[in-house]
């Protein structure tokens, strides 16, 4: 079985500061690793993904993050946050070789860009 | 191309009732998965859909069943209410179902239901 922790349940932040949202992941196989937004009222919208190759992997809205198969971690960054990216965020995983889609998420950090 | 598609976005039931849930997939896709929301257990896989046949299901009572149809639009069903089945439901399409490939997944926008 695989499980994901969000080690930050909240993260308040300063507008145009940085932001790192961690999570660290268990598994006994290999999985795809996601990050998801939430906005209010809404369903959830693919950030980026790790699938293989380079352990740096860029996504939408100038969010990247990094895989480090070390420390089973996958941490969120954005170097300069703006009013806008006031939301959750979610931390997934997929096994690779499944038979089928099942994600498996983290509890999800609240991030609260503050003027 | 049309986004995911659920309905109705917001349902009231009482405890005891039974409840239907709508999603239709992207056009073309053919797996549809279901996660539950809530603030406490977080999201948790309910079930996917591939070519009509359940493909996984996550660990749930079996008052939660759904099915998929010819067209891949999928309904989800809770028999006998209960006050902790308040959540928001979320269906995901995709093109295809595991294999080792990637089938990236498209979130709709969630049915809130609550139970009084």
């Known amino acids: 079985a695989q499980s994901v922790t969000q080690l930050d349940s909240q993260v308040p932040v300063f507008e145009e500061a940085p932001v790192e949202l961690r999570c660290n992941y268990s598994?006994?196989?290999?999985?795809?690793l996601f990050w998801y937004v939430q906005y209010p009222n809404q369903g959830l919208q693919l950030l980026l993904k790790?699938?293989?190759?380079?352990?740096l992997v860029k996504g939408i809205n100038g969010f990247e993050a990094e895989f480090n198969k070390s420390q089973t971690s996958f941490h969120l960054r954005k170097p300069s946050v703006h009013i806008s990216d006031t939301a959750e965020y979610f931390c997934?995983?997929?096994?690779?070789?499944?038979?089928?889609?099942?994600?498996?998420f983290g509890g999800g950090t609240r991030v609260l860009v503050k003027p | 191309k049309a986004g995911v598609t659920q309905t109705p976005r917001y349902l009231i039931k009482t405890r005891g009732q039974q409840v239907t849930l709508s999603c239709s997939p992207i056009?073309?896709?053919?797996?549809v998965s279901w996660y539950q929301q809530t603030p406490g257990q977080g999201l948790q896989f309910l079930f996917e859909?591939?070519?009509?046949?359940?493909?996984n299901k996550g660990n749930f009572p079996g008052r939660f069943s759904g099915r998929q149809f010819s067209n891949s639009r999928s309904e989800m069903n809770v028999s006998t209410l209960e006050l902790g089945d308040s959540a928001l439901y979320l269906c995901?399409?995709?093109?295809?179902?595991?294999?080792?490939?990637?089938?990236?997944?498209?979130f709709g926008p969630g049915t809130r239901l609550t139970v009084l």
């Open positions: 995901a399409s995709s093109p295809s179902s595991g294999g080792g490939l990637y089938n990236e997944q498209f």
């Open positions: 598994s006994s196989v290999s999985v795809y």
């Open positions: 790790y699938l293989s190759g380079s352990t």
């Open positions: 997934a995983v997929r096994r690779i070789f499944a038979a089928g889609n099942k994600l498996t």
């Open positions: 056009s073309g896709h053919r797996s």
């Open positions: 859909y591939f070519s009509e046949t359940q493909r």
